[in-house]
């Protein structure tokens, strides 16, 4: 399973749990503009992930949350996850400017890799993904923070380039 926060307020998520079983972290990314955003993608293995049903979420924040928290949690089935390091390769980049646009690279080390993006913004607004990428969920939590969570299945390893459109006037 794969959980992506994003907090309007220099409070990180400190330690997130499915069913009193902690989340790993995989990537933290911090931004200020005009106000400082921080965002985290964090995942469970297969084997820690409870039985099926309702289970609760639980976040607990370094800090108070003084503006806004947007959470978004799928998960991703048949995903190798024995046998390699999870994650396969991170990479994380802030635009502290009002571009309607990002894109970063990734090189990835294993056939068949998935991509998780998590775009964390200062406003409201729809956003445009690329060829071959899966919008998973996101919004608003309050027309003010904007989290969109993408992932992209990469066939062959190496370098890979992303990136999304969006509302210029966020």
């Not at 985290?40 to 289970?55: M, R, T, V």
């Amino acid at each position: 399973s794969i959980m992506a926060e994003q907090t309007g307020s220099n409070s990180v998520a400190a330690s997130p749990t499915y069913n009193g079983v902690a989340f790993s972290q995989a990537v933290a990314q911090s931004a200020s503009y005009p106000n400082r955003h921080d965002s985290s993608i964090f995942y469970l293995k297969h084997a820690d992930i409870p039985a099926s049903g309702a289970h609760d979420v639980s976040i607990n924040y370094a800090n108070n949350v003084d503006q806004e928290s947007n959470v978004c949690i799928f998960t991703l089935y048949n995903v190798a996850q024995f046998g390699v390091t999870i994650p396969d390769a991170t990479n994380s980049s802030a635009d502290a400017g009002a571009s309607s646009s990002i894109s970063d690279n990734l090189t990835t080390n294993k056939a068949n890799a998935w991509v998780v993006e998590l775009l964390a913004l200062g406003g409201s607004g729809t956003i445009t993904p690329q060829t071959g990428q899966t919008h998973r969920g996101g919004g608003s939590a309050n027309g003010h923070a904007l989290l969109e969570v993408l992932t992209k299945e990469i066939t062959v390893p190496g370098a890979n380039s992303f990136g999304l459109s969006y509302p210029s006037n966020t």
